[in-house]
């Protein structure tokens, strides 16, 4: 599953699909916890649509302050929902 944010919060599976035969669909939320500052920054390289145009440099004093709080022991939780699905038009 993957792909850009969609900006529009009516943008659902419903919307996504109409006027397709859908074949199959899923949808859900999952929940990431970040213990680290390094597999945040490697997470956003990898999923590029989580952040456009992510940039160390840029968002260093946010990702410094996130740091400190994971090494107090804050995690910082992220939650996602998502939808994939299987269709012809």
Do not use: Y
């Not at 792909?3 to 397709?20: F, I, K, M, R, V």
């Not at 968002?59 to 090494?71: S, Y």
């Amino acid at each position: 599953m993957g792909g850009p944010p969609h900006e529009d919060h009516s943008w659902n599976l419903d919307t996504a699909t109409t006027g397709l035969n859908v074949t199959w669909s899923q949808e859900g939320s999952f929940t990431t916890t970040f213990h680290d500052i390094g597999a945040l920054v490697l997470f956003l390289r990898v999923i590029p649509w989580q952040v456009p145009n992510f940039d160390v440099h840029t968002c260093e004093p946010r990702l410094r302050a996130l740091h400190d709080a994971m090494k107090r022991g804050h995690p910082l939780r992220t939650t996602a929902h998502r939808f994939a699905l299987l269709a012809t038009r």
